[in-house]
C-alpha cells in the first residue's frame, strides 16, 4: 500500500498507493508531492533538471511555500517550507473508502528560529483518491503571547501537452499584481485567461474553483481552494527559462503554474490560535 525508501537519507520518498496505477509520491525535502499518476498518467511537471540534493527547492512537483511568498531579506525565497525535512506524521493508510492518507508535519527549529523567530507546528494531509488529490494545511501558533504573520502556497505545477493550448477559467474581473511590469495592478477582462509569454501574475480574491483545460491527454483539471484567496499564474517562457539553472530551456511549453495561496495580503495568527487552508485537485 505504502513504502517508504531512502538512497541517501535526504531522497527519502513516500508513496500513496490507491491501486489502478494511481499514485501520489512525496518527497519528505519540503514535503514536495513529485508525481500525482492517475490511472498511470502523470498529472505534474517535473524538470528533467530538477536538483534532487536535499538543498535546492525541488523545480517541480508541488514545492510547499511558507512563511514567505517571492523574496525574503530574511532567509530564502519562497520561505524554508519547501526545504526541510518533513516529519512523516502519519505513514499512508487505507481508509474504508479505499482512498489513502498521510499527515507530515514540521516545526520550529534552530535553522527556522534563525530566520524567523516564532514558534510554530504545520500540518499537511494528503488524501488520494480516485481521480483527485486532497491537501488539508494546519498552520498553528502556539506561543502564549507571540502573534505573527505569514504566506502560505502550494505552488502546483501541472503537466500541460502545450500551454498555449490550455485555458484556465475563474480569473475574468479579478484584479491582479503584474510581476512582469514591476508590480502594476490590472484587472483581468478574458474570459479564460492563456498563455503567450512570460506570465508572474498574482490574482487576487479568486472564486473557490479554477479548470484548466488541455492537461494531459487533453482532459480538464479541476482546482477547488479553500481559505486560499489568491491564484499565482507563472511560466517563465523561453527567455526567463534559460536563466533558471534548474529548468530545461525547451520546457517552459508543458507546464503551467496554477498556484492557491495566500500571498497578497498576509494570515496573522494570535497565540494559541490555527490557521487551516485546503485544496482538491480531481481529473475531470
Ligand atoms: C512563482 C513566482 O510563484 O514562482 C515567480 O510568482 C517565481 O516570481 C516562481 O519566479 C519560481 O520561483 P523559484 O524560487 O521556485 O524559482
Given at each position: 500500500?505504502?513504502?517508504?525508501?531512502?538512497?541517501?537519507?535526504?531522497?527519502?520518498?513516500?508513496?500513496?498507493?490507491?491501486?489502478?496505477?494511481?499514485?501520489?509520491?512525496?518527497?519528505?525535502?519540503?514535503?514536495?508531492?513529485?508525481?500525482?499518476?492517475?490511472?498511470?498518467?502523470?498529472?505534474?511537471?517535473?524538470?528533467?533538471?530538477?536538483?534532487f540534493?536535499?538543498?535546492?527547492?525541488?523545480?517541480?512537483?508541488?514545492p510547499f511555500?511558507?512563511?514567505?511568498f517571492g523574496?525574503w531579506?530574511?532567509?530564502?525565497?519562497?520561505?524554508?517550507?519547501?526545504?526541510?525535512?518533513?516529519?512523516?506524521e502519519?505513514?499512508?493508510?487505507?481508509?474504508?473508502?479505499?482512498?489513502?492518507?498521510?499527515?507530515?508535519?514540521?516545526?520550529?527549529?534552530?535553522?527556522?528560529?534563525?530566520?524567523?523567530?516564532?514558534p510554530?507546528?504545520?500540518?499537511?494531509?494528503?488524501?488520494?483518491?480516485?481521480?483527485?488529490?486532497?491537501?488539508?494545511?494546519?498552520?498553528?501558533n502556539?506561543?502564549?503571547e507571540?502573534?505573527?504573520s505569514?504566506?502560505?502556497l502550494?505552488?502546483?505545477?501541472?503537466?500541460?501537452?502545450?500551454?498555449?493550448?490550455?485555458?484556465?477559467?475563474?480569473?475574468?474581473g479579478?484584479?491582479?499584481?503584474?510581476?512582469?511590469?514591476?508590480?502594476?495592478?490590472?484587472?483581468?477582462?478574458?474570459?479564460?485567461?492563456?498563455?503567450?509569454?512570460?506570465?508572474?501574475?498574482?490574482?487576487?480574491?479568486t472564486?473557490?474553483e479554477?479548470?484548466?483545460?488541455?492537461?494531459?491527454?487533453?482532459?480538464?483539471?479541476?482546482?477547488?481552494?479553500?481559505?486560499?484567496?489568491?491564484?499565482?499564474i507563472?511560466?517563465?517562457?523561453?527567455?526567463?527559462?534559460?536563466?533558471?539553472?534548474?529548468?530545461?530551456?525547451?520546457?517552459?511549453?508543458?507546464?503551467?503554474?496554477?498556484?492557491?495561496?495566500?500571498?497578497?495580503?498576509?494570515v496573522?495568527?494570535?497565540?494559541?490560535?490555527a490557521?487551516?487552508?485546503?485544496?482538491i485537485?480531481?481529473?475531470?
Amino acid at each position: 500500500m505504502y513504502s517508504t525508501s531512502s538512497m541517501a537519507a535526504p531522497t527519502s520518498v513516500v508513496v500513496l498507493d490507491r491501486g489502478n496505477n494511481t499514485t501520489c509520491t512525496i518527497n519528505l525535502h519540503g514535503a514536495t508531492v513529485v508525481s500525482w499518476r492517475v490511472n498511470n498518467q502523470e498529472q505534474l511537471f517535473v524538470s528533467k533538471q530538477a536538483v534532487f540534493d536535499g538543498k535546492k527547492p525541488i523545480r517541480g512537483g508541488i514545492p510547499f511555500v511558507f512563511p514567505q511568498f517571492g523574496p525574503w531579506n530574511f532567509g530564502p525565497q519562497h520561505g524554508f517550507a519547501r526545504i526541510m525535512r518533513w516529519h512523516l506524521e502519519k505513514p499512508p493508510e487505507r481508509l474504508h473508502t479505499g482512498d489513502v492518507e498521510a499527515i507530515f508535519s514540521i516545526m520550529d527549529n534552530e535553522f527556522t528560529r534563525s530566520v524567523w523567530n516564532y514558534p510554530f507546528r504545520l500540518s499537511y494531509r494528503l488524501i488520494l483518491r480516485e481521480k483527485e488529490l486532497h491537501f488539508n494545511i494546519g498552520v498553528y501558533n502556539p506561543s502564549k503571547e507571540l502573534t505573527f504573520s505569514f504566506n502560505l502556497l502550494l505552488h502546483t505545477y501541472f503537466k500541460v501537452p502545450d500551454v498555449r493550448r490550455s485555458q484556465v477559467t475563474g480569473l475574468h474581473g479579478c484584479t491582479f499584481i503584474d510581476k512582469t511590469r514591476d508590480g502594476a495592478m490590472y484587472q483581468e477582462t478574458r474570459d479564460v485567461v492563456t498563455i503567450n509569454e512570460w506570465t508572474d501574475r498574482i490574482y487576487q480574491n479568486t472564486p473557490q474553483e479554477h479548470i484548466i483545460t488541455n492537461v494531459v491527454s487533453g482532459r480538464k483539471m479541476r482546482i477547488q481552494k479553500y481559505n486560499f484567496p489568491d491564484t499565482v499564474i507563472w511560466n517563465p517562457w523561453v527567455d526567463k527559462a534559460r536563466e533558471i539553472a534548474d529548468f530545461g530551456d525547451d520546457e517552459f511549453p508543458n507546464m503551467i503554474c496554477v498556484e492557491a495561496g495566500h500571498v497578497s495580503t498576509p494570515v496573522i495568527l494570535l497565540p494559541g490560535t490555527a490557521f487551516e487552508a485546503s485544496q482538491i485537485l480531481q481529473v475531470m
